[in-house]
């Protein structure tokens, strides 16, 4: 694979990373289905065998499978592996409630992964409320300079969910060297878009696209955008086109996949391989316009699986609520929603007429969206 630039940081990044949040889970589920624990062996010999394959950038966060990400990792970085890779983490801005925390928080992660230093280390999940409340009151910023200088961590940043405006406002307050955005051709200008990933690499830094497939959004997809792809080329797969058009832009430095199997693996190194800059046609470009146009006449709920709403009073799951309604309106299957909603649903927690609307987990959805109101549109649809 043709390394990049990370940003002025001076790393030489594969063009796709391994993200570690759909890690395997006992049982051969996916990490979507969060409420099983992870399956350690299985994550280790993923990813090993990632970093086999040419992948040399591993991004996981504090709370990914409720810690045990940073735990699989942290097995997987043994046998002289932690040498071949870039390791990438992020604080919980979110758990700060005094200066000291960051320090701490930090310290246990890097026992979970068994490591003295992490090279890239963001802070999590930055939105207008926790900036405020948790990162400016508590210092975090100041923690994270004195962390990099101490050597602890390496390149430092955040990734974002809000406005553009917002994050310019960010981008300007410190000497960040990476941020990680929302990026993929269906959320051009979602939480800052592309709009902010030239900003920040206006001034120097690297930028990670996260969610570049919406969360399987982009991959299993509706009849309508899938036979606008196939129509352009038959033989290339919606993985392709979606990696394709962040490869295509010089601002991007790597997109991250939250790969499951070996498999995936095998299929997305094969793309990565011949990722470059400027890489599509404006007659490609186009099928993107005729893409995106397709998606619009389906009603879905943004959802990208990400499980931060997690911890619901009821047991609501509620992006696998999500899933089950969005898989219906893009597939039209009513016998296979009405099975989701009556049999697989309930094995993984409550379904969306547990609902009580007390909108905790509003607070902490990355996309914004208003989960009490949309949970009522999956009722709906088995009422």
Request: negative net charge.
């Amino acid at each position: 694979m043709e390394l990049r630039n990370l940003g002025s940081t001076g790393m030489k990044v594969s063009p796709i990373g391994l993200g570690l949040m759909r890690l395997p889970l006992e049982g051969g589920a996916q990490g979507f289905t969060s409420s099983r624990g992870a399956d350690f062996q299985a994550g280790v010999e993923l990813i090993r065998h990632a970093i086999d394959s040419g992948v040399n950038y591993v991004d996981t966060a504090f709370n990914y499978l409720h810690g045990e990400s940073e735990k699989v990792l942290g097995q997987a970085l043994a046998d002289g592996y932690r040498d071949k890779v870039i390791i990438a983490s992020k604080c919980p801005i979110w758990m700060l409630k005094d200066p000291a925390d960051f320090d701490s928080l930090l310290a246990k992660q890097m026992g979970r992964m068994k490591t003295d230093h992490i090279d890239v280390y963001l802070l999590h999940c930055v939105m207008q409320g926790d900036w405020k409340n948790k990162v400016l009151p508590n210092k975090a910023v100041e923690s994270l300079l004195k962390a990099k200088e101490d050597g602890r961590v390496g390149a430092i940043g955040f990734s974002f969910h809000d406005t553009t405006d917002f994050f310019k406002e960010v981008v300007d307050y410190a000497p960040w060297d990476i941020c990680q955005l929302q990026l993929n051709y269906l959320d051009q200008e979602f939480q800052g878009g592309f709009s902010a990933a030239a900003y920040a690499a206006s001034k120097g830094m690297g930028v990670i696209s996260m969610e570049p497939l919406r969360g399987g959004h982009l991959v299993n997809l509706p009849s309508r955008v899938a036979d606008v792809f196939h129509d352009a080329n038959p033989d290339r797969t919606p993985i392709e086109w979606a990696f394709d058009f962040l490869w295509n832009k010089p601002e991007i430095s790597l997109l991250l996949s939250g790969m499951t199997y070996k498999e995936q693996i095998d299929e997305n190194i094969v793309y990565a391989d011949r990722a470059r800059v400027g890489m599509l046609s404006d007659e490609e470009l186009a099928v993107y316009d005729r893409a995106i146009a397709a998606f619009a006449s389906y009603e879905t709920i943004p959802c990208t699986g990400c499980n931060y709403c997690t911890g619901c009073p009821e047991g609501v799951t509620i992006p696998y609520n999500f899933q089950t309604y969005n898989q219906y309106k893009l597939s039209g299957n009513t016998e296979r929603a009405r099975w989701e909603w009556e049999t697989a649903i309930p094995l993984n927690g409550a379904r969306a007429d547990a609902c009580t609307e007390c909108r905790t987990c509003e607070e902490r959805c990355p996309q914004h969206i208003e989960i009490s109101q949309e949970l009522k549109k999956v009722v709906a649809l088995f009422e």
